[in-house]
C-alpha cells in the first residue's frame, strides 16, 4: 500500500516562506505526476502546481513567480517552496500521485497540513 505524508505546514506571516514536503511510504508504479492541492474554507478543492517524472512543471496563476515544486524520484518525494505568502494561501495543501500503469489509473492522496498565513 502506497502512504503520503506531508509535512511542513504552520503559521507565518505575509511575506513569509515555508517550505512542503511529502514523501510516499511506498512504491508508486509507472511514470507519475506528483502535485499540491489546496482546499480553504468554502472553496473547492484547487490544484496548485504538479510536476511530471521528468521535470515539466506546471503552476496555478495565483501561485506563479512565488511558489516552486520539485521532487525528487529516488525518495518518492515531492517539495513545494513557497514564498510570499498572502494571506489568500491559507488552506489545506495536500500532496497527490497520479499514474496510469498497464490500463489503470491510481491516485494516492496526503492527509492535509495546514498552512495558515495571518498577522
Known amino acids: 500500500q502506497v502512504h503520503m505524508v506531508e509535512s511542513g505546514g504552520g503559521l507565518v506571516q505575509p511575506g513569509g516562506s515555508l517550505r512542503l514536503s511529502c514523501a510516499a511510504s511506498g512504491r508508486i508504479p509507472g511514470m507519475y505526476v506528483m502535485g499540491w492541492y489546496r482546499q480553504a474554507p468554502g472553496k473547492q478543492r484547487e490544484s496548485v502546481a504538479t510536476?511530471?517524472?521528468?521535470?515539466?512543471?506546471n503552476y496555478a496563476d495565483s501561485v506563479k513567480g512565488r511558489f516552486t515544486i520539485s521532487r525528487d524520484n529516488a525518495k518518492n518525494t515531492v517539495y513545494l517552496q513557497m514564498n510570499s505568502l498572502k494571506p489568500e494561501d491559507t488552506a489545506v495543501y495536500y500532496c497527490?500521485?497520479?499514474?496510469?500503469?498497464?490500463?489503470?489509473?491510481?491516485?494516492?492522496w496526503g492527509q492535509g497540513t495546514q498552512v495558515t498565513v495571518s498577522s
Open positions: 497527490n500521485a497520479r499514474t496510469l500503469f498497464v490500463g489503470r489509473t491510481y491516485e494516492y
Open positions: 510536476i511530471a517524472s521528468g521535470g515539466g512543471t
